[in-house]
């Protein structure tokens, strides 16, 4: 796993511009965001991966740096989900408000359902069932059948509060942002009474990413005025992640932690440009490599000993699923925006002078 991680690290920095002596400008444009979420489902590909596979002695290295990050893979999800989001709202407005319960949310949990509707096949051909409950619970996201769920999960609740932050607010976004907060901070209490902490304790970068979208221009100005500033800003981070690992069991300290890497994430894509067209291709699949990548480790885990040899099985396996159910989704998604059944305006004539 040691070899994997470091080629995944190569291929993050293989194609990048770095930028020393001035700052990216195109640090959080859609390309840059696509590459870096392209990498971290990398690495979440292999975190799971390892609870397929026994680890060795020289595994260990990877292991610590797993078991260091902890839910950090997952926040540049979230932080890129509240920040995307938080730009429509202020374009666009109420209008855009109302699609979140219209559109996002209906689409986000019909891929997922078509999902778990693979994962019943998949059990189904291991001779594994189980009760209607458990199912009912698995398509709520609240229980599992062997598939991710509790990403998901946060993610369809946090549209929910989204909606319910902004729907009432008008313009005044900084009461939508306070009651976002108020809603966040509430969601992570009562979940932390039913479920461990990784079900939550990330939750706080989507709206790192919210608040983010509206002080961006602050930001980028205190990281452009000179190098101290960076040098400072770096080295603070490091501080409190170190100070805060020490203690990650604790949700306020965990919440440091992924508050400190979200910064850490932002400063380094300032310096650094990247560009890999892999990461970018693997990035407009985040959703479904996230989603289907456990099948071919669960259907192969008994006829595939070698593990190098079934973890190049079971990545390729999962990016032919992944562009495969692209297909399956898009008539759902065309159902959802109003577009299956609207028939194509046929184009004029042109008119001859």
């Not at 796993?1 to 993050?12: C, E, H, K, S, W």
């Not at 859609?30 to 975190?47: A, D, E, K, P, S």
């Not at 399956?328 to 925006?337: A, H, T, V």
Request: some cysteine; aromatic content about 18%; proline content about 3%.
């Amino acid at each position: 796993m040691n070899i994997i991680f470091l080629a995944f690290v190569i291929v993050f920095f293989i194609g990048a511009e770095f930028h020393f002596k001035d700052i990216n400008n195109e640090y959080i444009s859609h390309r840059q965001t696509q590459c870096i979420n392209g990498f971290f489902v990398l690495i979440v590909f292999i975190q799971h991966f390892k609870g397929y596979v026994k680890l060795g002695d020289y595994d260990m290295v990877y292991n610590y740096i797993a078991n260091w990050s902890g839910q950090l893979l997952v926040v540049p999800f979230l932080f890129f989900s509240g920040y995307g989001i938080m730009l429509s709202i202020t374009k666009k407005g109420k209008p855009y408000v109302d699609t979140i319960l219209t559109k996002r949310f209906p689409k986000i949990w019909i891929h997922f359902a078509l999902a778990i509707v693979l994962f019943i096949i998949t059990n189904l051909i291991m001779r594994k069932t189980f009760p209607p409950l458990k199912l009912i619970l698995t398509f709520l996201g609240w229980d599992s059948i062997g598939n991710s769920n509790w990403y998901i999960f946060d993610t369809l609740i946090l549209y929910i509060l989204t909606f319910l932050s902004f729907r009432f607010v008008g313009k005044n976004r900084r009461l939508g942002l306070f009651i976002m907060a108020l809603l966040t901070s509430a969601f992570v209490i009562a979940m932390s009474r039913f479920k461990p902490g990784y079900w939550y304790n990330t939750v706080i970068a989507y709206l790192l990413g919210m608040i983010f979208a509206t002080v961006e221009s602050s930001f980028k100005k205190i990281m452009s005025s000179e190098i101290l500033n960076y040098i400072i800003f770096i080295t603070f981070g490091i501080i409190i992640i170190s100070l805060a690992v020490n203690d990650k069991a604790k949700l306020t300290s965990y919440e440091v932690f992924v508050t400190a890497g979200t910064v850490l994430l932002l400063a380094l894509s300032l310096k650094v440009r990247f560009g890999n067209p892999i990461l970018s291709f693997l990035g407009k699949y985040v959703f479904e490599i996230y989603i289907l990548q456990r099948i071919p480790m669960i259907l192969l885990q008994s006829y595939i000993p070698q593990k190098y040899i079934y973890f190049a099985v079971c990545f390729a396996s999962t990016l032919v699923l992944s562009f495969l159910f692209r297909f399956i989704e898009k008539p759902f998604d065309k159902l959802i925006d109003g577009q299956l059944f609207r028939k194509k305006q046929p184009s004029l004539p042109e008119k001859k002078c």
